[in-house]
Structure formats: C-alpha cells, structure tokens
C-alpha cells in the first residue's frame, strides 16, 4: 500500500485547507478510512475517521465541527475538509486504513504526509 497525502500548506487561522489522500493497493470502499496528525514534539493522533459500512464518521474533540471528512470511493480519494483553522491544528497529517474505524490501529505503513501550518 502506498499513501499520498496533498493539500497542506500555510494559513492563517480562522482560514480552510482541503486535504487530499490517494492510495494504491488500499481499495477505499471496502476500507475504513482515518486522518492522523503529528504535531512537532506530540505524537500522532487520530483526527477523523470513516467507517466503509455506513459511512459513519468520528472526529475527535479538538477539531469537531470543524473538520469533515468524506471519501470518494469512485475515485479512491479520500478527503478532509479543515475549517475556521487554530493555530493548534498545526501538523504533518497523514491518511491510512484502519482496522476498526474508531480504534485502529493503521493498516499500512506511513506515507509522507502534508504539513498544515496556521499562523495566529
């Protein structure tokens, strides 16, 4: 499996990223989804995920209401749709497959990821 993640980039904070994931040998459709984030000195956390069965969706707290995240599992492209940005969601993020849509653990190895940086 090999992840690429676009779409970060510098903003200011109260402004919107979209992220993008691609990801070939992981067919999305059949596959829970996440968005992971690290930011510099704290380890990687889940952000978001995506059940494939019914297309639930979880978010963590710090970023609920804010953040979206869909699939297009037409395209095999997953996204997440940052809003009304903190200076605290700055981070490298990642996409992956999940075993279980809430509690893991990532299913493939790391892909580069795409750094999100927001200014105050």
């Known amino acids: 499996v090999q992840l690429v993640e676009s779409g970060g980039g510098l903003v200011q904070a109260g402004g919107s990223l979209r992220l993008s994931c691609t990801a070939s040998?992981?067919?999305?459709?059949?596959?829970?989804l996440g968005w992971f984030r690290r930011a510099p000195g704290k380890q990687r956390e889940l952000v978001a995920s995506?059940?494939?069965?019914?297309?639930?969706?979880y978010y963590a707290d710090s970023v609920k209401g804010r953040f979206t995240i869909s699939s297009d599992n037409a395209g095999n492209t997953m996204y997440l749709q940052m809003n009304d940005l903190k200076p605290e969601d700055t981070a490298v993020y990642y996409c992956?497959?999940?075993?279980?849509?809430?509690?893991?653990?990532?299913?493939?190895?790391w892909g580069q990821g795409t750094q999100v940086t927001v200014s105050s």
């Open positions: 992956n497959g999940m075993s279980d849509y809430k509690y893991g653990p990532p299913m493939a190895a």
């Open positions: 995506i059940r494939a069965l019914g297309g639930i969706t």
């Open positions: 040998g992981l067919t999305f459709s059949l596959s829970d």
